[in-house]
Protein backbone atom coordinates (compact mmCIF):
# COMPACT_ATOMS: atom_id res chain seq x y z
CA UNK A 1 0.00 0.00 0.00
CA UNK A 2 1.44 3.24 -1.12
CA UNK A 3 1.05 5.78 1.31
CA UNK A 4 1.91 9.52 1.74
CA UNK A 5 1.87 11.03 4.63
CA UNK A 6 1.11 14.90 5.61
CA UNK A 7 0.59 16.79 9.28
CA UNK A 8 -2.95 17.91 8.77
CA UNK A 9 -2.63 20.92 10.35
CA UNK A 10 -3.52 23.61 9.99
CA UNK A 11 -0.37 25.37 10.33
CA UNK A 12 -0.70 28.97 11.26
CA UNK A 13 2.54 31.52 10.43
CA UNK A 14 2.34 35.23 10.09
CA UNK A 15 3.17 37.37 7.10
CA UNK A 16 6.20 37.50 6.40
CA UNK A 17 7.35 34.25 7.94
CA UNK A 18 9.00 31.20 6.25
CA UNK A 19 6.29 28.19 6.01
CA UNK A 20 7.37 24.89 6.09
CA UNK A 21 5.55 21.97 4.82
CA UNK A 22 6.20 18.04 5.52
CA UNK A 23 5.46 15.10 3.98
CA UNK A 24 7.15 11.82 3.87
CA UNK A 25 6.07 8.55 1.60
CA UNK A 26 6.24 4.75 2.07
CA UNK A 27 7.01 4.05 -2.15
CA UNK A 28 10.94 3.59 -2.27
CA UNK A 29 10.20 3.21 -5.64
CA UNK A 30 8.51 6.35 -6.11
CA UNK A 31 10.21 8.68 -8.85
CA UNK A 32 8.28 12.34 -9.21
CA UNK A 33 6.99 14.44 -6.33
CA UNK A 34 4.45 17.08 -6.35
CA UNK A 35 3.14 19.91 -4.50
CA UNK A 36 -0.41 21.28 -5.01
CA UNK A 37 -2.06 24.41 -3.69
CA UNK A 38 -5.93 23.87 -3.18
CA UNK A 39 -8.17 26.95 -2.26
CA UNK A 40 -11.19 26.21 -0.33
CA UNK A 41 -14.16 25.01 -3.04
CA UNK A 42 -11.46 24.97 -6.23
CA UNK A 43 -9.40 22.11 -7.62
CA UNK A 44 -5.56 21.42 -7.41
CA UNK A 45 -3.24 23.34 -8.61
CA UNK A 46 -0.29 22.29 -9.13
CA UNK A 47 3.22 24.62 -8.31
CA UNK A 48 5.82 22.59 -7.48
CA UNK A 49 7.54 19.37 -8.66
CA UNK A 50 10.80 17.80 -8.11
CA UNK A 51 12.96 14.91 -9.29
CA UNK A 52 15.92 14.36 -7.70
CA UNK A 53 17.83 14.79 -4.30
CA UNK A 54 18.00 18.29 -3.33
CA UNK A 55 16.17 21.88 -3.48
CA UNK A 56 14.75 23.06 -6.41
CA UNK A 57 13.65 27.07 -6.34
CA UNK A 58 10.78 28.92 -8.11
CA UNK A 59 10.06 31.81 -6.77
CA UNK A 60 8.81 31.89 -3.20
CA UNK A 61 8.61 28.78 -3.02
CA UNK A 62 11.71 25.85 -2.58
CA UNK A 63 11.28 22.27 -2.90
CA UNK A 64 13.09 19.92 -0.96
CA UNK A 65 13.55 16.31 -1.31
CA UNK A 66 15.25 13.62 0.23
CA UNK A 67 15.10 9.80 -1.15
CA UNK A 68 17.36 8.45 1.31
CA UNK A 69 14.42 9.88 3.85
CA UNK A 70 11.89 9.43 2.33
CA UNK A 71 11.02 12.59 2.49
CA UNK A 72 9.68 15.84 0.32
CA UNK A 73 8.77 19.46 1.65
CA UNK A 74 8.38 22.62 0.62
CA UNK A 75 9.47 25.99 1.93
CA UNK A 76 7.20 29.29 1.05
CA UNK A 77 9.06 32.43 1.91
CA UNK A 78 7.84 35.56 2.28
CA UNK A 79 4.28 34.29 2.96
CA UNK A 80 1.04 36.05 2.41
CA UNK A 81 -2.66 35.73 3.21
CA UNK A 82 -2.99 34.83 -0.21
CA UNK A 83 -0.94 31.78 0.22
CA UNK A 84 -3.51 30.61 2.89
CA UNK A 85 -4.53 27.36 1.41
CA UNK A 86 -4.47 23.64 1.53
CA UNK A 87 -1.62 22.09 0.19
CA UNK A 88 -1.15 18.77 -0.71
CA UNK A 89 1.97 16.25 -1.19
CA UNK A 90 1.94 13.69 -4.40
CA UNK A 91 4.26 10.99 -5.10
CA UNK A 92 4.62 9.38 -8.38
CA UNK A 93 5.77 5.89 -9.30
CA UNK A 94 5.96 5.79 -13.02
CA UNK A 95 7.24 2.04 -13.70
CA UNK A 96 3.81 1.23 -15.65
CA UNK A 97 1.73 2.58 -12.49
CA UNK A 98 0.54 6.00 -13.85
CA UNK A 99 -1.18 7.44 -10.74
CA UNK A 100 -0.69 9.81 -8.16
CA UNK A 101 -0.65 9.06 -4.42
CA UNK A 102 -1.84 11.87 -2.28
CA UNK A 103 -1.24 12.87 0.85
CA UNK A 104 -4.50 13.97 2.73
CA UNK A 105 -3.16 18.04 2.68
CA UNK A 106 -1.69 20.41 5.25
CA UNK A 107 -4.33 23.41 5.63
CA UNK A 108 -1.80 26.49 5.99
CA UNK A 109 -3.03 30.04 7.42
CA UNK A 110 -1.25 33.32 6.66
CA UNK A 111 -2.37 35.90 9.35
CA UNK A 112 -1.63 39.10 8.25
CA UNK B 1 -0.01 22.41 -20.00
CA UNK B 2 -3.81 20.79 -20.96
CA UNK B 3 -6.66 22.74 -20.21
CA UNK B 4 -9.89 20.70 -18.64
CA UNK B 5 -13.30 21.60 -19.18
CA UNK B 6 -15.26 19.44 -16.54
CA UNK B 7 -19.24 19.82 -16.07
CA UNK B 8 -21.11 20.46 -14.44
CA UNK B 9 -19.79 22.37 -11.27
CA UNK B 10 -21.93 21.29 -9.08
CA UNK B 11 -25.62 19.78 -8.63
CA UNK B 12 -27.94 18.77 -6.28
CA UNK B 13 -29.78 15.02 -6.76
CA UNK B 14 -31.87 12.62 -5.23
CA UNK B 15 -30.74 9.40 -3.85
CA UNK B 16 -31.16 6.41 -6.42
CA UNK B 17 -30.39 8.34 -9.37
CA UNK B 18 -27.71 8.93 -11.48
CA UNK B 19 -25.72 11.90 -12.45
CA UNK B 20 -23.12 12.27 -15.92
CA UNK B 21 -20.08 14.24 -15.51
CA UNK B 22 -18.62 15.24 -18.33
CA UNK B 23 -14.70 16.35 -19.20
CA UNK B 24 -13.13 17.65 -22.56
CA UNK B 25 -9.62 18.34 -22.81
CA UNK B 26 -7.89 20.91 -25.48
CA UNK B 27 -5.41 17.72 -26.92
CA UNK B 28 -5.36 14.48 -26.98
CA UNK B 29 -4.65 12.32 -24.19
CA UNK B 30 -3.88 8.75 -23.61
CA UNK B 31 -5.14 8.04 -20.40
CA UNK B 32 -7.46 10.32 -18.29
CA UNK B 33 -8.00 9.72 -14.49
CA UNK B 34 -11.47 10.50 -12.31
CA UNK B 35 -10.91 11.29 -8.79
CA UNK B 36 -13.24 11.84 -5.49
CA UNK B 37 -12.46 14.42 -2.66
CA UNK B 38 -14.65 13.57 0.49
CA UNK B 39 -15.15 16.22 2.60
CA UNK B 40 -12.36 17.17 4.25
CA UNK B 41 -9.96 14.51 2.69
CA UNK B 42 -7.48 13.86 0.07
CA UNK B 43 -7.68 12.73 -3.51
CA UNK B 44 -8.58 9.13 -3.81
CA UNK B 45 -8.20 7.59 -7.44
CA UNK B 46 -11.55 6.23 -8.81
CA UNK B 47 -10.46 4.74 -12.36
CA UNK B 48 -8.03 5.27 -15.29
CA UNK B 49 -9.86 5.75 -18.58
CA UNK B 50 -8.03 4.47 -21.76
CA UNK B 51 -9.48 5.11 -25.00
CA UNK B 52 -10.70 2.29 -26.77
CA UNK B 53 -10.10 -0.23 -23.53
CA UNK B 54 -12.21 -0.30 -20.39
CA UNK B 55 -11.59 1.47 -17.70
CA UNK B 56 -9.00 -0.05 -14.71
CA UNK B 57 -10.95 1.00 -11.47
CA UNK B 58 -9.24 0.78 -7.89
CA UNK B 59 -9.79 -1.06 -5.46
CA UNK B 60 -13.27 0.15 -3.88
CA UNK B 61 -14.94 1.38 -6.98
CA UNK B 62 -16.56 -0.50 -9.51
CA UNK B 63 -17.87 -0.40 -12.92
CA UNK B 64 -21.80 -0.42 -11.93
CA UNK B 65 -21.48 2.01 -9.52
CA UNK B 66 -19.30 4.33 -11.58
CA UNK B 67 -19.41 3.75 -15.43
CA UNK B 68 -16.89 5.40 -17.28
CA UNK B 69 -17.05 6.23 -21.11
CA UNK B 70 -13.70 7.44 -22.93
CA UNK B 71 -15.35 7.88 -26.94
CA UNK B 72 -11.78 9.53 -27.95
CA UNK B 73 -8.64 10.84 -27.34
CA UNK B 74 -9.72 14.54 -25.49
CA UNK B 75 -13.19 13.56 -23.96
CA UNK B 76 -14.71 11.19 -21.34
CA UNK B 77 -17.66 11.10 -19.03
CA UNK B 78 -18.31 9.61 -15.37
CA UNK B 79 -21.70 8.57 -14.20
CA UNK B 80 -22.39 7.79 -10.55
CA UNK B 81 -25.19 5.64 -10.77
CA UNK B 82 -28.01 4.95 -7.71
CA UNK B 83 -26.50 7.68 -5.96
CA UNK B 84 -26.54 7.34 -1.81
CA UNK B 85 -26.11 10.40 0.49
CA UNK B 86 -22.62 9.09 0.66
CA UNK B 87 -21.72 9.79 -2.53
CA UNK B 88 -21.68 13.34 -1.58
CA UNK B 89 -18.08 14.19 -2.66
CA UNK B 90 -15.80 16.44 -5.39
CA UNK B 91 -15.18 14.12 -8.57
CA UNK B 92 -12.23 15.60 -10.49
CA UNK B 93 -10.73 14.22 -14.10
CA UNK B 94 -7.41 15.12 -14.58
CA UNK B 95 -4.92 14.44 -17.08
CA UNK B 96 -0.85 13.73 -16.74
CA UNK B 97 1.21 16.49 -18.42
CA UNK B 98 4.40 14.52 -19.78
CA UNK B 99 7.78 15.30 -21.76
CA UNK B 100 8.84 12.48 -23.09
CA UNK B 101 9.45 9.88 -20.20
CA UNK B 102 9.36 12.20 -17.52
CA UNK B 103 6.22 13.23 -15.75
CA UNK B 104 5.59 16.85 -14.50
CA UNK B 105 2.28 16.23 -12.92
CA UNK B 106 -1.42 16.10 -13.13
CA UNK B 107 -3.72 18.73 -14.49
CA UNK B 108 -7.07 18.88 -12.80
CA UNK B 109 -10.36 19.91 -13.93
CA UNK B 110 -12.57 22.61 -12.34
CA UNK B 111 -14.16 19.65 -10.55
CA UNK B 112 -17.50 18.56 -10.01
CA UNK B 113 -19.64 19.09 -6.78
CA UNK B 114 -22.28 16.91 -6.14
CA UNK B 115 -24.81 16.51 -2.69
CA UNK B 116 -26.99 13.91 -2.97
CA UNK B 117 -29.83 14.27 -0.52
Known amino acids: QKEVEQNSGPLSVPEGAIASLNCTYS??????FFWYRQYSGKSPELIMSIYSNGDKEDGRFTAQLNKASQYVSLLIRDSQPSDSATYLC????????????FGKGTKLSVIP | SAVISQKPSRDICQRGTSLTIQCQVD?????MFWYRQQPGQSLTLIATANQGSEATYESGFVIDKFPISRPNLTFSTLTVSNMSPEDSSIYLCSVEVRAGVVSHGYTFGSGTRLTVV
Open chain 1, 90 to 101: AAYSGAGSYQLT
Open chain 2, 27 to 31: SQVTM
Open chain 1, 27 to 32: DRGSQS
